[in-house]
């Protein structure tokens, strides 16, 4: 997909596979059951993960994964900002931007994303 123009991403993004737990957010209902999604690339600012039913742009979801090699898991909550069809998969890329995590895993992950790219 062709964003129109040079990267505006503040954070440098890694590929990388990660079983994530999520769940939508409705502060008025509560969360609604837990589902099962892949990430597809990870960085200080958002996940991109892979699931099999679509959600809806500006949505919430309470999320959790923990980074491989960890022990320790990260919880977020997180504004659906990108949904796209994979056709040829079934399934659904979903862009997930961190609106609310702790400062000290959002610092975890970004220095696990710089490592793995080699900086």
């Known amino acids: 997909m062709d964003y129109g123009g040079a990267e505006k991403r503040r954070y440098g993004r890694l590929d990388a596979k ?3 737990e999520l769940s939508l957010y409705d502060p008025a209902k509560g969360k609604t059951t837990p589902q099962s999604a892949e990430s597809r690339n990870v960085s200080a600012g958002g996940l991109l993960v892979l699931i099999d039913r ?3 742009v500006s949505s919430y979801v309470l999320a959790r994964f923990t980074l491989p090699g960890e022990t320790e898991q990260h919880d977020f909550i997180a504004r659906v900002v990108r949904v796209e069809e994979m056709e040829a998969l079934r399934r659904y890329d979903i862009g997930l931007e961190f609106v609310d995590i702790v400062l000290g895993d ?3 992950i970004d220095k696990y994303v710089s490592n793995e ?3």
């Open 117 to 119: 790219m080699g900086g």
């Open 18 to 20: 990660v079983k994530v």
């Open 106 to 108: 959002m610092e975890k």
């Open 54 to 56: 679509p959600l809806e």
